[in-house]
Nanobody
């Protein structure tokens, strides 16, 4: 059974940095895609970043390009999201998710097979 556990959220000020971690377990993670999504109150869950386990190819939504960096440690089955220059609009619950298949739109949350419980990120102005 796949389990994804996020950590690293917290309350920070605008301009600060945070690093989120997602520890994956329950199978061999050599293929597929790991994604980070976020959901602010009253809004839909949106794609933030993704990375392929095999090649490390990265994907980002436009609003975080240049500020966020996704990475993975295959040996630890862990994916990270380094978030710099945080803005109040980055405030949300952040979720990691695992997509078994490489096909399909990476931003489509309905294509992801497994989800973590989320970690809250709050950025004050």
């Amino acid at each position: 059974q796949v389990q994804l556990v996020e950590s690293g959220g917290g309350l920070v000020q605008a301009g600060d940095s945070l690093r989120l971690s997602c520890a994956a377990s329950g199978r061999a993670f050599s293929n597929g895609i790991m994604g980070w999504f976020r959901q602010a109150p009253g809004k839909e869950r949106e794609f933030v970043a993704g990375i392929t386990w095999s090649t490390g190819r990265e994907y980002y939504t436009n609003s975080v390009k240049g500020r966020f960096t996704i990475s993975r440690d295959n040996a630890k089955s862990t994916v990270y999201l380094q978030m710099n220059s945080l803005k109040p609009e980055d405030t949300a619950a952040y979720y990691c998710a695992y997509k078994v298949s490489l096909s399909g739109v990476i931003e489509a949350r309905e294509k992801y097979d497994h989800w973590g419980q989320g970690t809250q990120v709050t950025v004050s102005s």
